[in-house]
């Protein structure tokens, strides 16, 4: 009986300790200082982005092209994450690095392009 009693004492300290400890684990978007990148993935547009506060109104973000979402795609996700993230329109959206020209294909076909970067500014809300 007593090694019973001492298998249930160490069974409800362990228990114990996962109940309070996995809370101090979990993280969320406010938990990312500000201006390092947070890594996100968009499952509904098979893309992954990072996603860089610096302050409130201001932020920027990076999509990572891959061989199965194309260049339009891309640019619509940065137009309707940036609403996303605004909660409204009246965002300052300035591209920096990524943009694709007409003939990329035929003229480059082999050239690695960058990520689609830009900066985010949210309107000031009054």
């Known amino acids: 009986m007593n090694s019973l009693m001492v298998k249930l004492m160490c ?46 109104n201001h932020y920027r973000l990076e999509v990572m092209p891959n061989n199965n979402v194309s260049f339009e795609r891309l640019s619509a996700f940065l137009l309707r994450r940036s609403y996303l993230i605004c909660g409204t329109y009246g965002y300052k959206l300035e591209l920096i690095t990524g943009v694709e020209s007409f003939d990329y294909s035929r003229a480059s076909p082999n050239l690695i392009m960058p990520n689609l970067t830009a900066k985010l500014e949210c309107p000031l809300s009054n």
């Open 11 to 56: 069974k409800s300290i362990i228990l114990m300790s996962v109940v309070f400890l996995l809370p101090g684990c979990a993280t969320s978007a406010s938990d990312v200082p500000l201006g390092q990148a947070q890594s996100q993935w968009d499952f509904d547009h098979q893309l992954q982005f990072k996603k860089t506060q610096f302050d409130d």
